[in-house]
């Protein structure tokens, strides 16, 4: 079915609840490859412990991770869909990657730093390895195409790197991956709503600054109310009014509209007036994902049975790369 296409792959962590940062900079995209590319999307539950985690969190979350991808319009039928864990070639060429990724390159990686001071009693190997774990996912399967959102940028470029120094000492092994940004609010992040200089993050402890997937049409509506934004009065993007650049942003990502056009449309109005359309927009534009969620979540059987066809569908694609990497790098192949 999937023979000759190219790949697409991605990964989000099963490590909280996720937000329309999430949502419109990285799943919301994720459908439209699924007619032109073979996409696997992966529950990244490896990723998750390097931060430690309730063990029945984690396991709830892997299943509501899994859900949300179908909720957002990921048809089990059309893509992989599976949990990182389910396919241990994962950790295989993690591990072989390690040893083809440099302390130093590691060592000014944005992300563990931020996620070393965050979590100063355990800042662990796996937290410091995480970019060679990434890199893994995305070679292993041959991908020549990675969206995601522009925070993990960073990790795209090491992947290429590793995938270029390993071909560069064995000859041919990986696609070497290319990262799709998606060109949401220009290539801005969504920001908090508390702090809007600030990306919104899902582990904020301040629940106004984060509108998330599957919040509440009430709530979501609340936090749009209760955003921050300048003493001035004019809907305009610009500087010092990061506020409302971000709110229209958001509205810009749900709607289609352009800047000029939002700028327009408010043209006269009021900051309640747009906040209340920014925060009617969001939320009905996620009801029917919340919905669709709320079915799958109470039907585990049914997700078990996609992770079980997603999991054997990439299993048997990692299984060639991981036999070329053998062979390659001299380890010694048993025939069964
Ligand atoms: N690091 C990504 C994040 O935190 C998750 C991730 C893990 C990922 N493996 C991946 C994303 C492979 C894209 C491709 O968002």
């Not at 029945?56 to 509501?64: G, H, I, K, Q």
């Not at 295989?92 to 990686?109: A, H």
């Not at 694609?317 to 036999?323: E, G, N, P, V, Y």
Request: hydrophobic fraction near 35%; proline fraction near 4%; include cysteine.
């Amino acid at each position: 079915m999937f023979n000759d296409k190219k790949v697409v792959f991605s990964g989000v962590q099963p490590s909280g609840n996720l937000t329309i940062g999430n949502y419109l900079g990285a799943i919301r995209n994720f459908s439209a490859f699924s007619e032109e590319y073979h996409c696997y999307y992966c529950v990244v539950d490896e990723h998750a412990i390097t931060v430690r985690q309730v063990p029945a969190d984690l396991r709830r979350r892997t299943y509501e991770t899994l859900a949300l991808y179908i909720a957002c319009g990921l048809d089990p039928e059309k893509n992989t869909l599976f949990v990182q864990s389910h396919v241990p070639a994962h950790a295989e060429l993690g591990w072989i990657l390690d040893c083809y990724t440099m302390f130093g390159e590691l060592s000014r990686m944005t992300q563990f730093k931020d996620k070393s001071a965050k979590n100063a009693d355990n800042i662990n190997a796996g937290l410091f390895t995480y970019p060679a774990l990434m890199a893994a996912d995305i070679l292993l399967y041959q991908t020549e195409l990675v969206p995601v959102g522009v925070d993990q940028k960073q990790h795209l470029e090491i992947a290429r790197d590793i995938a270029e120094r390993f071909n560069g000492i064995y000859g041919e092994t990986f696609v070497v991956p290319e990262p799709y940004i998606p060109p949401t609010t220009g290539g801005a992040k969504i920001m908090s709503l508390a702090e809007p200089t600030k990306k919104m993050s899902k582990s904020d402890e301040n629940e106004n600054a984060v509108v998330r997937i599957l919040d509440s049409r009430d709530t979501i509506i609340r936090k749009f109310k209760r955003a921050v934004t300048d003493s001035g009065s004019e809907i305009r993007c610009g500087e010092g009014k990061e506020g409302i650049t971000n709110l229209i942003g958001i509205y810009s990502c749900f709607t289609g509209k352009t800047t000029e056009e939002i700028e327009r449309e408010f043209d006269g109005k009021g900051y309640g007036d747009f906040k209340l359309a920014v925060g009617e927009t969001c939320a009905d534009a996620l009801t029917p994902v919340r919905e669709e969620f709320d079915r799958l979540i109470a039907d585990k059987a049914y997700l078990e049975s996609v992770m079980v066809q997603g999991a054997e569908a990439a299993y048997k694609s990692a299984r060639k790369t991981m036999s070329k990497v053998r062979r390659k790098i001299g380890f010694i192949e048993l025939k069964k």
